[in-house]
C-alpha cells in the first residue's frame, strides 16, 4: 500500500513538472526575470488556487455557476458559503464585499465568469488579514496582466434552459488595457442578462398529515452592469494606484404563491449599486523583498427592494438601506537576515461601517461599526522546516438602535493568535500544521430588520439585529504533494455562530438569523489527479511518459467528509464527491466532464438534507482556433436535471423544497485582439489585490 501511495505522489509530481516545463515564460520586469507558470488547480501552504481564464467548464455562464462546480466547496441557498468546512468570507480584488446571503447571490449571479482570471481560496489567514475573516476568505479576482501596448479581449456565454418556457441568459464583456512609461490602465466592463426559473414549497408533516403551508412559481429577471477600472502612476521609484468599481444591478421577479386560505400574484423590483474606491501609494526601495503600502478604501452600497400585488394593486413591502464603509491600512515588510526566505512584517487598520435600514421610508435601524487593529507577523525558514508566528490585535466598539430599542453593543478588544508549521520533504511535497483564531462579525444584510424577499400570508424573512459576533478557533494538518495531491483534515470550533433557521408558528413559517452557543465541524477532505494512461500503459510506461494535464487525459477525484457537531441535537456527517474527467479529442478539443454529488440524510448547520443537494453531471466542449486568439466552448450544465434542495428544519414538521432550471444548453466564446506590436511585455495586473505572491509585483499586497 504504501509502494502504491509514494507512485501515485511520484506521477502527480510528473504530471506538474513537466506542465510547468511546456508552460513557463520569462517575463522581463524592472531587469528582474520572473517565471510565469499557469496551473488548473494550485495547492500552497495557506490556500488553494484555481485557474477560471483558462476553464470553459468554469467560465462559461455566471461567477456563481462557476463557484458550484468547485471542489470542496458548498454554495447553499439556506446556510451560505463553505470550504472544506470552514465559513467563507468573500473578497474581490483583495478587498472585502461586506455583503452576504441573498445580496451576495445576486451580485455573483450577475457577474460574468469569464471576467474572472482566478479564484484564491485562503484556508489559512495570516495576521495581515482582517481577524474578522471569520473561517476562510474566498478571494476573486478579476483581472490580467496590463501589456505595453493597448490590448483588447472580448468575450460572451450565452445559454438557453426549457422547462415551462424557454429562458435564455447571457453575458458579455470586454477588456481593455495598456501601458507607457508615464502611467498604466484598465478597464474591465461588462452586462448580463438572465431569466432563471424557481419552484419552492413549504410542507408540513405532522400527526400522519402532511399540508403545503406554501407553493410558488417565480420567473425571475436579472439584468448587471459593470465596471472595473484601474490607473497607476509611477512617482520616481515609488508608484500611485487608484481602483474604481462600480455594479448596478436591476432586477424583477413575478411570483405566483398558493397556500391554505390564501392565493398571490406579486411583482418585486430590486435595485442594488455597488460603488468601492482605492488609493495605494507603495513605497519602492533596493531591496525589493521590503515594501511599504499605504491604503484608502472608501465603499458604498445602496439596495432597494419592492415588493407589490398585482390581485389588489397595492404595495406590500417598500424597504431599503445604505451602507458606507471606510478602510485606512498601513502594511510594512522587510527580510530578516538570521533565516532563509524569514520576514517580519506588521500593519495597522482603523475601519468605520455605517448602516441605515429604512420602512416605507421609515429608519427601523441605524448601526454604526468602528475596528482598530494592528499586527505583526515572522516568517522563517530553516533547512527543511518554514514557520510562521503572528497575532493581531482589534478593538471593535459596535453600537446602533431600532425602531423601538437599544442594540446591545459590543465594545471589546481582543487578540488572535495563528501560527504554521511546515515541514518539505522535497520542493513539491510537504507537510503543514496550523492554527489561528478569528472572529466573525455579523453581516448588514444579517441584521437588517426588513424583509428584502418574496413573502406571502405563510412565508416571512427578517434579520436578527441583536446577533453577537462569532470567534472562531481553525486547527488544520494537510499533506500536499505537487499541487494536485493533497490530504488534509480540519477542525472549526464556533462560538456564539450565526445560522439560518426555518421556524414555524401558527402554520406562518419565519427564515431569520440566531446565534448557537456552540458548533464544532469537523471536515476531511482527500484530492489525486489519475492520469488514464495508468490503466492501459500502466504505472511504469506512465512514470516514461513526457505529459502536459492540458493535453492530456485523467480523472482528478476529491471526496471530503463533514460533521457538523451541535452539543444540543444528535447530527450525521455527510461525504461530498467530485470527479472532473477531461479527455482531449481529436482536433484538439477537449471534453470535460464534472460530477458533483452529495450523500443524503447529513446536518448541515440545522437542516437536514433528505436527498443529495449536490446531484449535478456538468459536460463542456472546447477548442482554440486562429493561433489561440479565438476560444470557443460549448457547454450543457445539470445533463440528468438533478440538482434541487430537499431539506428537513431540526425540530419543526417543515419539509423545503427549492429547484430552479439549472439544466442550460449554451456557448461561450472568447477574442482576444490582436496585435501587431511583436515587442510588447508584460506587467503584473494593476487591479488590486490583497496577498502577496511570488515576484516584484504593481499590486497592493
Known amino acids: 500500500m504504501k509502494k502504491i501511495f509514494y507512485s501515485l505522489f511520484l506521477l502527480t509530481g510528473i504530471f506538474t513538472i513537466n506542465a510547468q516545463e511546456k508552460l513557463e515564460k520569462a517575463v522581463e520586469l524592472n531587469e528582474v526575470a520572473i517565471i510565469k507558470t499557469k496551473k488548473v488547480i494550485e495547492q500552497k501552504a495557506d490556500r488553494t488556487i484555481f485557474d477560471f481564464a483558462s476553464q470553459p467548464s468554469l467560465n462559461s455562464g455566471s461567477v456563481m455557476e462557476g463557484i458550484r462546480k468547485l471542489p470542496g466547496l458548498i454554495a447553499s441557498d439556506v446556510a451560505g458559503m463553505m470550504y472544506q468546512g470552514k465559513q467563507l468570507d468573500v473578497f474581490m480584488d483583495g478587498r472585502p464585499l461586506n455583503i452576504t446571503t441573498n445580496e451576495l447571490n445576486s451580485f455573483l449571479e450577475g457577474m460574468p465568469a469569464n471576467a474572472i482570471e482566478k479564484i ?39 445559454n438557453i434552459t426549457n422547462y415551462d418556457q424557454v429562458r435564455y441568459r447571457t453575458n458579455n464583456s470586454l477588456l481593455l488595457n495598456a501601458k507607457n512609461k508615464y502611467f498604466g490602465w484598465q478597464l474591465n466592463f461588462g452586462q448580463s442578462y438572465n431569466e432563471t426559473a424557481l419552484w419552492n414549497s413549504v410542507t408540513k408533516s405532522e400527526n400522519g398529515l402532511s399540508s403545503v403551508l406554501s407553493a410558488t412559481n417565480a420567473s425571475r429577471f436579472g439584468r448587471t452592469n459593470f465596471v472595473k477600472s484601474a490607473i497607476n502612476f509611477d512617482v520616481g521609484k515609488d508608484r500611485l494606484l487608484l481602483n474604481y468599481d462600480l455594479n448596478y444591478s436591476n432586477n424583477n421577479s413575478n411570483t405566483i404563491g398558493n397556500g391554505p386560505g390564501f392565493s398571490t400574484d406579486d411583482d418585486s423590483f430590486t435595485d442594488a449599486l455597488r460603488q468601492d474606491f482605492v488609493i495605494t501609494y507603495q513605497k519602492k526601495f533596493e531591496d525589493k523583498a521590503k515594501k511599504l503600502d499605504v491604503r ?82 515572522l516568517q522563517s525558514k530553516f533547512s527543511k522546516f518554514n514557520f510562521i508566528v503572528g497575532a493581531r490585535a482589534e478593538d471593535y466598539n459596535i453600537t446602533g438602535t431600532t425602531a423601538i430599542a437599544t442594540l446591545i453593543p459590543f465594545k471589546q478588544f481582543r487578540f488572535f493568535p495563528n501560527a504554521s508549521a511546515q515541514y518539505n520533504f522535497s520542493n ?23 424583509n428584502t424577499n418574496y413573502q406571502n400570508p405563510n412565508v416571512e424573512f427578517a434579520g436578527n439585529p441583536n446577533l453577537q459576533p462569532t470567534i472562531f478557533d481553525n486547527y488544520e494538518v494537510k499533506l500536499s504533494a505537487f499541487d494536485y495531491a493533497f490530504i488534509g483534515y480540519n477542525l472549526s470550533s464556533a462560538q456564539n455562530q450565526v445560522i439560518t433557521r426555518v421556524l414555524i ?4 413559517v419565519l427564515n431569520t438569523n440566531i446565534n448557537v452557543p456552540e458548533i464544532k465541524i469537523h471536515n476531511f477532505n482527500v484530492g489525486l489527479p489519475i492520469p488514464y494512461m495508468l490503466f492501459t500503459k500502466g504505472l511504469a510506461e506512465t512514470m516514461k511518459m513526457n505529459v502536459n494535464p492540458d493535453t492530456m487525459n485523467f480523472l482528478y477525484v476529491y471526496a471530503g467528509y463533514q460533521f457538523h457537531q451541535i452539543p444540543e441535537i444528535e447530527t450525521n456527517g455527510f461525504w461530498m464527491f467530485n470527479f472532473m474527467s477531461q479527455i482531449v479529442l481529436p482536433k484538439k478539443i477537449k471534453f470535460v466532464a464534472n460530477y458533483n454529488y452529495t450523500i443524503p440524510k447529513g446536518n448541515y448547520f440545522y437542516f437536514i438534507a433528505e436527498k443529495p443537494f449536490r446531484n449535478t453531471l456538468d459536460l463542456t466542449l472546447s477548442k482554440k482556433f486562429f493561433k489561440d486568439q479565438v476560444s470557443v466552448s460549448l457547454t450543457v450544465d445539470d445533463v440528468l436535471d438533478s440538482t434541487r ?57
Open 645 to 701: 434542495s430537499i431539506f428537513s428544519s431540526v425540530d419543526t414538521p417543515l419539509l423545503l423544497f427549492n429547484k430552479n432550471d439549472t439544466r442550460r444548453f449554451g456557448f461561450s466564446i472568447n477574442y482576444k485582439i490582436p496585435t501587431r506590436n511583436k515587442l510588447a511585455k508584460e506587467d503584473p495586473s494593476l487591479l488590486n489585490k490583497e496577498k502577496k505572491e511570488e515576484g516584484d509585483t504593481m499590486l497592493n499586497q
Open 428 to 450: 513539491s511535497v510537504y507537510f503543514n500544521v496550523n492554527y489561528n483564531k478569528k472572529i466573525s462579525l455579523p453581516s448588514t444584510s444579517a441584521l437588517n430588520p426588513n
Open 296 to 377: 484608502f478604501n472608501y465603499n458604498k452600497n445602496q439596495n432597494e427592494f419592492e415588493l407589490n400585488s398585482r390581485v389588489n394593486n397595492a404595495a406590500l413591502l417598500d424597504n431599503a438601506s445604505k451602507q458606507q464603509l471606510y478602510n485606512a491600512k498601513i502594511d510594512y515588510a522587510q527580510p530578516i537576515d538570521f533565516s532563509d526566505e524569514g520576514k517580519i512584517s506588521f500593519g495597522a487598520l482603523y475601519e468605520a461601517l455605517l448602516f441605515e435600514a429604512q420602512n416605507m421610508n421609515v429608519i427601523n435601524l441605524d448601526y454604526q461599526r468602528k475596528t482598530t487593529a494592528a499586527y505583526g507577523e
Open 120 to 158: 484564491e481560496i485562503i484556508t489559512q489567514p495570516g495576521a495581515e488579514f482582517p481577524a474578522t475573516s471569520g473561517g476562510a476568505i474566498m478571494n476573486i479576482i478579476t483581472n490580467v496582466n496590463a501589456k505595453k501596448y493597448l490590448s483588447a479581449t472580448y468575450t460572451n456565454s450565452t
Open 505 to 508: 408558528t401558527n402554520d406562518v
